[in-house]
């Protein structure tokens, strides 16, 4: 009987020491683990300092648009304090440069990045004046949607966006600018032309003209008012024998 009692007595003991062992080896995975990641938290808060604290030079965003570098862009507007509207020795912005180029994709992250359309340069043109003026139809379509440009500034002749849109026969931008309304179909620039003067009496009457005469009458351009000169569209029409152009002016009138 005794020698029963001892060896239960034993076997109790050699169970616990097991079960002390396992809790033990419990405790120190879970304190491993805990270690690690730890660890790796530390790694990640590190990295992502690390890669906030990436700096570009000044001009660095000037030379990425210079050379339709996208990619480059990119990672400098991860920058949120980098100087976005930073000037070349043309007051040119990195916007501007991407207008001049027509680079469509760069234009558009510059703008989401909050890029400033009315930032004229040493000639007073804006990204929005010369997106309107030239012929760049897909930028310009973009800023209307994503910005506010304003209708106030004007180029170095006293225009908006809409006259040299006309006068250059850009018919798409023309329709762009009208649609989107804030523009004002009647401004007249220092010459005192309007868009609707500067299609008849500068241009040749071919139909891209013609189209854009009614465009402009469609919505609400007059054909009444007179440049510096004392003449309105009508009458440089009918001096230059515009007779499509003439009915359409007469019919407004």
Request: charged fraction near 20%; proline fraction near 2%; include cysteine.
């Given at each position: 009987m005794k ?13 616990g ?20 990641s ?7 808060i ?5 890669e906030?604290?990436?700096t570009?030079?000044s ?28 000037v ?6 990195p916007?501007m ?17 909050g ?13 929005y004046?010369f ?28 225009g ?53 005469v009614?465009?402009?009458l ?7 008012i ?8 009508k009458?440089?029409?009918?001096e ?10 007469q019919?407004?009138?």
């Amino acid at each position: 009987m005794k020698k029963i009692i001892i060896a239960a007595m034993c076997l109790l003991i050699f169970s616990g020491c097991q079960l002390n062992q396992k809790n033990n080896e419990s405790v120190d995975t879970s304190s491993i683990n805990q270690s690690s990641s730890r660890t790796s938290d530390t790694s990640s808060i590190k990295q992502t300092k690390e890669e906030s604290t990436v700096t570009y030079p000044s001009g660095s965003l000037l030379q990425a648009a210079s050379a339709n570098d996208l990619k480059k862009a990119e990672e400098i507007l991860k920058d949120k304090s980098y100087q976005i509207d930073e000037v070349n020795e043309k007051a040119e912005t990195p916007l501007m440069i991407a207008v001049h180029n027509n680079q469509v994709e760069l234009a558009k992250k510059l703008i989401d990045a909050g890029a400033n359309v009315n930032q004229q340069d040493n000639i007073q043109d804006s990204p929005y004046l010369f997106a309107g003026a030239e012929g760049r139809t897909e930028i310009l379509s973009y800023m209307l949607a994503q910005s506010t440009p304003n209708q106030a500034i004007t180029n170095r002749f006293g225009g908006n966006a809409l006259i040299p849109a006309a006068e250059k026969g850009h018919l798409e931008n023309v329709k762009i600018l009208l649609m989107d309304g804030r523009v004002d179909v009647n401004h007249q620039n220092d010459y005192g032309y309007t868009a609707l003067i500067e299609a008849v009496a500068l241009r040749d009457g071919s139909q891209v003209y013609q189209d854009i005469v009614a465009e402009l009458l469609n919505h609400g351009a007059d054909p009444n008012i007179v440049d510096n000169y004392g003449k309105s569209a009508k009458d440089y029409a009918n001096e230059l024998g515009y007779g499509n152009i003439s009915k359409m002016l007469q019919e407004k009138s």
